[in-house]
């Protein structure tokens, strides 16, 4: 069975760091494109960074953009979204994502509909 568990939030002050995880069981990530996406209460869920599999580029929301960085490790079957200089509107529940369908990281990250399998989510509080 496809899983996916992501874990590594917390709480944290404004301008601190986490680490999330998104550990993969029941098929090989390496295979496929992986998001990273978030939902902050009342809003949306919304793509934050995703690698495609077909050239392991990676795409950034303007919004974390030069503060967040996704990484893969295919040994460990688990990619990792490192979240730096963190701001309190960085709070949400965030999500590991994959699509079956072969595309780029953008259009994974801009689909969040398109995804086919989800994790159950990590949340994620910046504050003071």
């Known amino acids: 069975q496809l899983q996916l568990v992501e874990s590594g939030g917390g709480l944290v002050q404004p301008g601190g760091s986490l680490r999330l995880s998104c550990a993969a069981s029941?098929?090989?990530?390496?295979?496929?494109?992986i998001g990273w996406f978030r939902q902050a209460p009342g809003k949306e869920r919304e793509g934050v960074s995703c690698?495609?599999?077909?050239?392991?580029?990676?795409y950034y929301a303007d919004s974390v953009k030069g503060r967040f960085t996704i990484s893969r490790d295919n040994a460990k079957n688990t990619v990792y979204l490192q979240m730096d200089s963190l701001k309190p509107e960085d709070t949400g529940v965030y999500y590991c994502?994959?699509?079956?369908?072969?595309?780029?990281?953008?259009?994974?990250?801009?689909?969040?509909?398109?995804?086919?399998?989800w994790g159950k989510g990590t949340l994620v509080t910046v504050s003071s």
């Open positions: 029941g098929f090989t990530l390496d295979y496929y494109g």
């Open positions: 994502a994959v699509p079956t369908a072969r595309t780029s990281a953008k259009a994974i990250c801009i689909t969040p509909g398109g995804m086919d399998y």
């Open positions: 690698i495609s599999v077909s050239d392991s580029s990676s």
